[in-house]
């Protein structure tokens, strides 16, 4: 459907006199049919004999029949799937009064207690001691606490000079990263592809120095894998490179999607924090209860008869169970909100940057509002779906834990089988939001729509998908481990009283810079990739509906879909 231009320069003839001579640009007129909306074709269809046409193409305007209507984005939305937005506020409610039951029944000094106990002796323990021994069988979530840890000082100067130093690295390091990206991203996604080439060709190298054969396979294998990528995928590397450019020229003609981005980041940091509190409070529901030690069971008379834990009630299991997953739940809604948003900015970048359907500084902002009113239903839908899953597969990986060797094959099973459908989940829901943020359907509509998708442009999708995440994800590794050895070594230049000072604050230094340009350099991959995703299945909806959209000929140039004569006239028709 994607191999000729998207309009003629005349078709009005075509539909009304079909036996007229070739267009202008080489198009017959049963070539000027194809290319019109299904009802047009039906028009002329239906007036003519269909021997008179070419039926090699017949497939086509079964699809096109779906975007016959099709507009860009909808901007006129209904509320959709609000059973499952009352269902998050309800669960939100209850996660508030639960957490604020549990602080309010916590026994924060549960540690010491439990020190007094183990420090006393039979005849003169503290009332809140028990003497009578809980069986072992009876026990859950339970541990011995004590509270050894000295304070540590800290040298405030070298801490605000070591903030200022980790800062001023990850903003010029990462800034020079996404200028490489929006610039260079050919050389980028081969670059990464040749440094993992290169790493693996040294663990090769490794193994043959130390005897390996283990390594030397690997290695070599890995090597050859990565070879034929480079060799058998250059066009989709291209292509992959090409939409990175053009989510990077989105970003900076589109205000307002790094802001929202990172202002829905800081909540899902603030939910992550209050959600660790109301666990850790939880945790302090419950007793002290004794358990005999089998490792001595004759205890003199001036000690005590058994070795104290700390028990966890039943209410507290209950809200630190209930608590991880509204967390859980609120985290993966925040990032489809991110999702939604980067999607619904480049939908109006792409379809209408040029009939002032929505000015690029309101594009991200209301985005957002559909994300928050219209859509958050089936926002919530999709969420909740990979949530359950997570927690699923989160209790089958404890249940093997646990078990270990003792049964633990079915658990094993389970959770391989659970990450497989989560992998699967995860990848549909992804396409379903962005097919959401483009139509404003309910989630089980918009599912559909990207299964539809998938059916006809998969394999190319998940390629761009699979390259633009790993280019993104391992270079914001990369360029995180080297902020944190540059902040390191500028640390350790710098003049101590000891070794052994110079060190701690290299290694310390070192790691919190490194782990903070993760965060930061994660977010911007996560942001781009998103928007590589979107783009590209805005493209293959101009692939579909045989039209080239206002920001898709960049894409079409390159992709090479149409002819060279047909490029050339669509970009001179543009200009």
């Not at 039926?55 to 209507?69: D, E, H, I, R």
């Not at 000295?150 to 070298?158: F, L, T």
């Not at 390159?558 to 970009?571: L, S, T």
Request: include cysteine; charged fraction near 10%.
């Amino acid at each position: 459907s994607g191999d000729k231009m998207s309009r003629p320069p005349s078709y009005s003839n075509a539909t009304k006199n079909p036996s007229a001579p070739p267009l202008e640009g080489g198009y017959s007129p049963q070539q000027a049919v194809q290319q019109q909306p299904y009802a047009v074709q039906q028009q002329v269809y239906s007036a003519q004999p269909a021997s008179q046409y070419d039926s090699g193409n017949m497939a086509t305007p079964l699809v096109q029949q779906a975007y016959a209507a099709f507009a860009g984005v909808n901007f006129n939305r209904k509320r959709q799937d609000e059973v499952f937005a009352y269902m998050y506020y309800a669960a939100i409610g209850a996660f508030i009064i639960l957490g604020a039951i549990g602080v309010h029944r916590s026994d924060y000094h549960f540690a010491q207690k439990l020190s007094n106990c183990q420090a006393g002796n039979a005849k003169d323990l503290p009332s809140y001691c028990p003497t009578e021994v809980t069986p072992s069988n009876e026990l859950s979530m339970i541990g011995a606490t004590s509270d050894n840890s000295q304070p540590v000082g800290a040298i405030i100067k070298r801490a605000i000079l070591a903030y200022f130093i980790v800062i001023t690295t990850v903003g010029l390091i990462g800034i020079g990263w996404l200028n490489l990206i929006a610039h260079h991203a050919k050389f980028m996604v081969y670059a990464t592809l040749c440094t993992v080439l290169a790493a693996n060709i040294a663990m090769a190298i490794v193994g043959f120095a130390y005897g390996s054969v283990g390594l030397i396979i690997a290695g070599l294998i890995t090597s050859l894998l990565y070879i034929l990528i480079l060799a058998c995928m250059k066009r989709r590397i291209e292509r992959t490179a090409a939409t990175m450019e053009e989510a990077m020229r989105c970003m900076q003609e589109t205000g307002g999607i790094v802001s929202v981005s990172a202002a829905l980041t800081f909540v899902k940091i603030i939910v992550s924090g209050i959600g660790l509190f109301f666990a850790v409070s939880a945790y302090c529901n419950g007793t002290i209860v004794c358990v005999a030690d089998d490792n001595q069971p004759y205890y003199p008379p001036d000690q005590q008869l058994c070795n104290y834990q700390w028990q966890v009630s039943g209410f507290g299991k209950f809200i630190i169970g209930f608590s991880s997953f509204i967390v859980i739940w609120t985290e993966f809604l925040l990032m489809e909100m991110q999702l939604f948003v980067a999607s619904g900015a480049s939908a109006m970048w792409y379809f209408h940057s040029h009939d002032g359907s929505c000015p690029a500084q309101n594009r991200a902002s209301a985005a957002l509002g559909w994300a928050l009113g219209s859509n958050f239903g089936s926002l919530a839908a999709g969420s909740l779906i990979l949530a359950i899953i997570e927690m699923l597969r989160q209790a089958a990986e404890d249940s093997r834990r646990r078990r270990g060797g003792n049964g633990g094959a079915g658990a094993l099973v389970a959770a391989c089988l659970l990450g497989c459908i989560q992998c699967i989940a995860d990848f549909i829901t992804r396409y379903a939001v962005i097919a959401m943020s483009l139509s404003g359907s309910s989630f089980v509509q918009s599912a559909k729509e990207a299964f539809e998708m998938f059916k006809r442009h998969g394999w190319s999708i998940y390629v761009i998908d699979r390259f633009a995440g790993f280019v993104l994800r391992f270079g914001a590794f990369i360029m995180s481990a080297l902020v944190g050895v540059i902040s390191g070594i500028v640390i350790h230049s710098l003049s101590w009283n000891s070794s052994t000072a110079r060190w701690t604050w290299t290694w310390v230094v070192a790691l919190v810079a490194f782990l903070l340009a993760l965060f930061v350099f994660s977010f911007f991959a996560q942001l781009v990739l998103n928007m590589v995703d979107a783009i590209f299945y805005f493209y293959c909806i101009d692939r579909d509906r045989n039209q080239t959209s206002p920001q898709g000929t960049t894409l079409v140039v390159i992709f090479d879909q149409y002819p060279g004569q047909a490029v050339k006239a669509d970009r001179l028709q543009r200009v």
